[in-house]
């Protein structure tokens, strides 16, 4: 089964902080989403990355940057955190950028910034 | 632009209710249509899919059928068990877009024994 494994479920930050979210997928796939989940919003598109060092912004991607080094690992960080970052933080992955790749999530990390 | 809608919720069934979330989308393409499913404390989890007019995706009791006439894809499910309680979401996608997902705003399910 694929596995898509996210560092924290839980997370509480100040404004201003430096903040690290760590996406980890165990199926070697091309392909890592990030996305915010918000309530009566569904979710939108941050960032996402086809390849090692690549990546491509997403919908909302303003406040946020991303890193993937090594192809298992997608990382989401938010420069100087804000209040209105507070959110649901999902990631997914899959096997390629055809419609028919089933994108797989990991559990989110729910992100208060105080 | 391309967008999905959703029927509002939190929608509140009795076990054994028949069940329809209503879904629509506006797209400059020819999407293909998903429904994934969230239960309590858990990530996304793929439901079922359409790639096609008239296709009918369908999984553990629950179908939803493409209507490229009414652009709608509504999520159907005959008697509904108190482990449907969870957050659904009707998604698009589009050959141009990458593998994008664009997911409407999610429909809250309770059921009630």
């Known amino acids: 089964d694929v596995k898509v494994t996210q560092s924290s479920r839980y997370l509480v930050k100040r404004t201003g902080e430096k903040v690290f979210l760590e996406c980890v997928q165990d199926m070697d796939h091309e392909n890592m989403f990030w996305y915010r989940q918000d309530p009566g919003l569904g979710l939108r598109l941050i960032y996402f990355?086809?390849?090692?060092?690549?990546?491509e912004k997403g919908d909302i991607p303003e406040g946020y940057s991303v890193s993937r080094e090594k192809k298992e690992r997608f990382s989401l960080i938010l420069e100087s955190a804000s209040t209105n970052q507070t959110s649901m933080y999902l990631c997914?992955?899959?096997?390629?950028?055809?419609?028919?790749?089933?994108?797989?999530f990991g559990p989110g990390t729910r992100l208060t910034v105080l | 632009g391309n967008s999905v809608t959703q029927m509002e919720g939190p929608v509140t069934l009795s076990e054994e209710a028949f069940l329809t979330i209503n879904c629509t989308y506006t797209a400059t393409g020819y999407p293909s249509l998903f429904w994934y499913v969230q239960y309590p404390g858990e990530g996304l989890q793929l439901l079922l899919k359409a790639t096609k007019a008239d296709d009918k995706g369908s999984n553990k009791g629950f179908e939803a059928t493409y209507r490229k006439e009414t652009t709608s894809f509504h999520l159907e499910k005959g008697s509904v068990q108190v482990s449907d309680s969870a957050v659904y979401f009707c998604a698009l996608i589009l050959y141009n877009q990458g593998g994008k997902l664009i997911f409407g705003q999610g429909t809250e399910l309770s059921v009630k024994p």
């Open positions: 997914a992955s899959s096997l390629g950028t055809g419609v028919l790749n089933e994108q797989f």
């Open positions: 990355s086809y390849d090692v060092k690549m990546k």
